[in-house]
């Protein structure tokens, strides 16, 4: 079915160190993505977003790369932090970006 | 502003019991739905309204029933609950401009749910 994957469940890096979340989509069709956080026991955020007819998209410490090409999208965080610990959705939209399909998540933990 | 609150955090349901999960949002958005997530999986559709009177189903609805008919308020409600149904519920709601971007979605807390 349409849905987008997972490339790595966790993922542990040094404090101070760049982070890069992947995350994979198999619908063609999707033209928007978004990247959530979501801490223990709270509700997704919004990191950033990105439509498809842009290759990169920069934030405050976050960059969201997007390959139509190979259907792949990634989180780059700069200079990861403690309060960076937390699990990373990529999300997809098949239409209007109001049905979002979401992958299983990524787990950051930032080692002091 | 509140954002979006759900309502109740935590619930424990005997298998066949119906219960309510609530959904409040103060924003003024159209666009509301309903996810639920599993361990080791991503959020799931279960249904979702383009605004009031109008709901339609998403990835997973067997088991659930909604209606709008405030813009505010979409309910989730179980029927008759089943063990499978365990699980943490999330509705979110975002600005809809009818054929364009309607951007992020805002989450609420979620609503945790055992059914035993």
């Known amino acids: 079915g349409e849905s987008v994957g997972l490339h790595l469940p966790t993922l542990s890096v040094q404090e101070g160190d760049n982070s890069i979340i992947n995350c994979a989509y198999s619908?063609?069709?999707?033209?928007?993505f978004i990247w959530y956080k979501q801490e223990s026991g709270k509700g997704p955020q919004f990191i950033i977003d990105?439509?498809?007819?842009?290759d990169k998209r920069q934030g405050q410490r976050v960059t969201v790369l997007l390959n139509k090409t190979v259907k792949h999208l990634s989180l780059q965080i700069a200079a990861t932090q403690p309060g960076d610990s937390a699990v990373y959705f990529c999300a997809e939209s098949l239409g209007y970006g109001q049905n979002f399909v979401f992958g299983p998540g990524t787990r950051l933990s930032v080692l002091p | 502003n509140a954002g979006v609150t759900q309502t109740p955090k935590f619930q424990v349901l005997k298998t066949g019991q119906s219960m309510t999960l609530q959904c409040a949002q103060d924003?003024?958005?159209?666009?509301m739905s309903w996810y639920r997530q599993d361990p080791g999986m991503g959020l799931r559709l279960i249904h979702y309204s383009v605004g009031a009177g109008i709901t339609d189903q998403g990835e997973v609805p067997n088991g659930y029933n909604v209606s709008r008919s405030t813009t505010e308020d979409f309910p989730l409600r179980l029927l008759s609950a089943a063990p499978s149904q365990t699980s943490v519920y999330f509705c979110?709601?975002?600005?809809?401009?009818?054929?364009?971007?309607?951007?992020?979605?805002?989450f609420g807390e979620g609503s945790r749910l055992t059914v035993l």
């Open positions: 619908n063609s069709a999707s033209d928007y």
């Open positions: 990105i439509r498809s007819n842009m």
């Open positions: 979110a709601s975002s600005y809809s401009k009818g054929t364009g971007y309607t951007g992020e979605l805002f």
């Open positions: 924003m003024n958005h159209e666009y």
